[in-house]
Nanobody
């Protein structure tokens, strides 16, 4: 089992920044990919950014150049640094962990960007 706890969401003005954190516990050594997804009201959950066990990163076109995914092994934490935020970034952000046998999700954290 893997447990994920997100934090760092909130309300920010357009152009501002937020950093989301995802604290990981459990069978950490079984994780192959960590990711951040978001889901806006009435829309499907979409990948925002991911990072593999080997450190390869991938970003949605809509956030590339503005968001950065990173990890701090000593703290078992994955971060999503979000800069130049736009109202369209408003959504619930979920942390995701993929292992060899299944995918795990956090409870989500709300990000609201005001214009």
């Amino acid at each position: 089992q893997v447990q994920l706890v997100e934090s760092g969401g909130g309300l920010v003005q357009a152009g501002g920044s937020l950093r989301l954190s995802c604290e990981v516990s459990g069978s950490i050594s079984s994780i192959t990919v960590m990711g951040w997804y978001h889901q806006a009201p009435g829309k499907q959950r979409e990948l925002v950014a991911s990072i593999t066990h080997g450190g390869f990163t991938n970003y949605a076109d809509s956030v590339r150049g503005r968001f950065t995914i990173s990890r701090e092994a000593a703290k078992n934490t994955v971060y999503l640094q979000m800069n130049s935020l736009k109202p369209d970034d408003t959504a619930v952000y979920y942390c995701n962990a993929t292992t060899v046998w299944r995918t795990f999700w956090g409870q989500g954290t709300q990000v609201t960007v005001s214009s």
